[in-house]
């Protein structure tokens, strides 16, 4: 099969509702690497850059409460800064560039993914229509 490891995908076709942080961009723990009062940062198998992870809420209406919040894992060389609060609204919006997921059977013997990613940003501003000009 041709399709091997993470799977690259958008941001739209994972978050079509868009998402909204809800924790801090923690360093993700080496679990094999690290010892009793020794913490080591995991390193993405592929790449060797450091993991971070930040808790999402994906605004899709159709969700379940249990299914709404789920871990995003940042692959970057130094901690990444979320976008800046937008006031009014009680979470900051999101969105990720360079998006893949790798599906996995979870502890529950179900399938689940793990969503990778190489930058968090603000959102881009919903676009106008561009007018169209009549030719004289």
Do not use: H
Not at 25 to 52: I, M
Not at 64 to 84: E, F, G, M, R, Y
Not at 86 to 109: H, I, K, R, S, W
């Amino acid at each position: 099969m041709a399709l091997q490891g993470p799977i690259p995908v958008t941001f739209d076709m994972v978050f079509p509702y868009s998402c909204y942080i809800v924790g801090d961009v923690e360093p993700v723990k080496d679990f094999d690497a690290s010892t009793n009062g020794r913490f080591v940062q995991a390193r993405d198998k592929q790449t060797a850059e450091l993991v971070w992870q930040v808790s999402v809420m994906d605004a899709d209406p159709t969700l379940k409460a249990a299914q709404k919040t789920l871990a995003v894992k940042i692959l970057s060389p130094v901690q990444p800064t979320p976008p800046a609060a937008m006031p009014g609204l009680p979470f900051t919006p999101v969105e990720f560039d360079q998006v893949t997921v790798t599906p996995y059977v979870n502890g529950a013997g179900r399938l689940a993914y793990s969503i990778r990613v190489r930058e968090m940003r603000a959102p881009r501003p919903m676009g106008k229509p561009s007018a169209t000009k009549d030719a004289a």
